[in-house]
């Protein structure tokens, strides 16, 4: 019997930020959430490693990405690559027509604890923008977890994801903040 998770280890994780489009079947999302407003729109998928953020306005587009790195992506218009890890927060920040900034931490925990943010985050998947729970491939361990909440307004949009790694006992926080003028 297999023991390994959908999801690569968070040693393995990457945030890479691009100034251009991306095609979203090279993500292979389990679910998507699109929203449209008159000033940008946003896409948001969360993908067995993790998830992928586009967000356009005019001519102007940025996608992020948190995936395993070894998932193949041009390096067209790539601007960034940050691996995360339990020592720093991943801070990146950009700022086109509309400001984007980004901070990813990750939390590696005992099992107790990390038992009890996965049962937290599974009560808060009815609420969230996005959610999904893959298969566990182990009895002992839960199903990783993805999670998306959404805020916005005329000027801005904050997205913020949680991804469970149960194999690291680990937890990916990520926010998102795009200001428009």
């Known amino acids: 019997m297999s023991t390994q998770s959908v999801r690569p280890s968070i040693a393995e994780t990457s945030y890479r930020m691009f100034d251009r489009p991306l095609h979203p079947e090279l993500f292979d999302p389990v679910i998507v959430g699109r929203i449209h407003s008159e000033r940008g729109d946003l896409t948001v998928g969360v993908c ?3 998830h992928y953020l586009q967000f356009s306005s005019g001519e102007n587009t940025i996608v992020e990405v948190t995936a395993p790195d070894q998932q ?4 067209f218009g790539l601007q960034k690559t940050y691996f ?9 920040e950009t700022d ?9 931490e990750v939390d590696v925990v005992d ?4 038992t009890r943010v996965q049962l937290e985050l599974e009560a808060e998947c009815s609420k969230a923008f996005l959610s999904h729970q893959f298969q566990p491939q182990n009895r002992l361990l839960p199903g990783a977890l ?3 909440r959404v805020e916005g307004s005329h000027r801005m949009f904050l997205v913020h994801t949680f991804h469970t790694f149960p194999a690291d006992l680990a937890v990916l926080r990520t926010q998102t903040l795009i200001e428009l003028d």
Do not use: K, M
Not at 72 to 75: A, F, K, N, W, Y
């Open 48 to 50: 067995e490693g993790g």
């Open 146 to 148: 993805s999670l998306v």
């Open 72 to 75: 193949q992506l041009s390096v």
């Open 111 to 114: 099992f107790g604890v990390f």
């Open 84 to 92: 995360y890890n339990e020592q720093a927060e991943v801070l990146h």
């Open 96 to 104: 086109l027509p509309f400001l984007y900034h980004f901070a990813g």
